[in-house]
């Protein structure tokens, strides 16, 4: 704790006459004890901060959950929602067992950590269980994203397989890279071993956690193919809605406040001062962030309600909850480091990143039932550049500690080095995961694990996946709603909307 109480029993010996030594010893004692009081609170209060945040990262899977069942057919609304509890759960095992360790444990070459696997020796002198349970809400948080790509087509085992692959390896690899004091892009690097002296800035992952859960979704989805009926043969879109525009609204919203977590959390302190004796610290940034991540996603679902509405004619709910989460991709990386106004700047940009990535996606006949890698994938990339151009020199030196001549946003006078440590992340960012992910999913599918077949398709993965339908079209206790051999719907009922 900054600006702890100090005291020299030999300093106070000459002020106080006879007796002096047991008195200056006692005196001493008693602030040493006051000071170890006011050390131990100190950690306690950021401890406590980190694991709501953590709770908050953590409540973003019920919003993706909704989000993912709102968005596809009501046939596969179950099969979307357990992939969503096994992305925590088997994230949970393997980030455990392995990622924790990649990403954190000290390296000696930068590329992958190499201590502390399955938690061994932990805590340590820097992290705490706390930062454990926030970490591995983010890596479950990366494999939800690319769950949405893959959507309504995917065998079950191979979202196990991808998903443990994701979290225990591929990811944490990344977060080594950019967040750990020692990944060979990492800003928290010593001033003169830093990538173009500034080390890649991503506060809170529009490239750790978007990029590579959009880029991973993408060669998932395009290694697959397209759901049946999503473009004709002449190579006209379909559009193949989601079933519930209510489930899409509730898992925006629960992400939004999840937001909360994931941006300002990514702080991992609150008890920090930046001028000792002043109203102003962390807890100052912290608020900042909080604000800067409110506006880029307002500004983008604003962009993206009028910007649709001229394209298609209609005011779109769906489109605006997804260019809301547009914009809290994009300001992820720069949320802390940037003015208010520069947030509004980054929302409207990303918005306009979203409409076209979608655009272009229809021109290649690439499908993504929840758009995933092109909010996610587009949007994150786009939050990286935004940082490079409009980062504030004063916020980096508090956030980061300040350095010298540190380089900041092009557009604010600091050059382009840190611009070019951005596209550098990006750049490596879609190399490796193109090489793991896209090759784990050209394996699972020359191994005839990753699509299910064209029938199981076209009836709905609930049916003929995972036993019956999400929602209950009928009374089982009437007997006039029995199932007819061989057919999935009751005699009396129809079938449910697909």
Known sequence: MSGAITCSAADLATLLGPNATAAADY?????????????????????TYLLFSAYLVFAMQLGFAMLCAGSV?????MNIMLTNVLDAAAGGLFYYLFGYAFAFGGSSEGFIGRHNFALRDFPTPTADYSFFLYQWAFAIAAAGITSGSIAERTQFVAYLIYSSFLTGFVYPVVSHWFWSPDGWASPFRSADDRLFSTGAIDFAGSGVVHMVGGIAGLWGALIEGPRRGRFEKGGRAIALRGHSASLVVLGTFLLWFGWYGFNPGSFTKILVPYNSGS?????????????????????AALTTLFGK???SGHWNVTDVCNGLLGGFAAITAGCSVVEPWAAIVCGFMASLVLIGCNKLAELVQYDDPLEAAQ??????AWGLIFVGLFAKEKYLNEVYGATPGRPYGL?????????????????VIVGWVSATMGTLFFILKRLNLLRISEQHEMQGMDMTRHGGFAYIYHDNDDESHRVDPGSPFPRSATPPRV
Request: aromatic share 6%.
């Open 27 to 47: 005196i001493c004692g008693q602030l040493g004890t006051v000071n170890n009081k006011f050390t131990d609170a100190a950690f306690a209060i950021d401890n």
């Open 73 to 77: 057919r009501a046939k596969n609304t």
């Open 279 to 299: 109203n102003y610290g962390q807890w100052s940034g912290i608020g900042r962030t909080a604000v800067n991540t409110t506006l880029s996603g307002c500004t």
């Open 309 to 311: 509405r001229l394209l």
């Open 375 to 380: 909010l996610h994938g587009g949007c994150g």
């Open 411 to 427: 557009f604010m006078g600091g050059g382009g080095k840190l611009l070019g440590a951005q596209l550098v992340q990006i750049l």
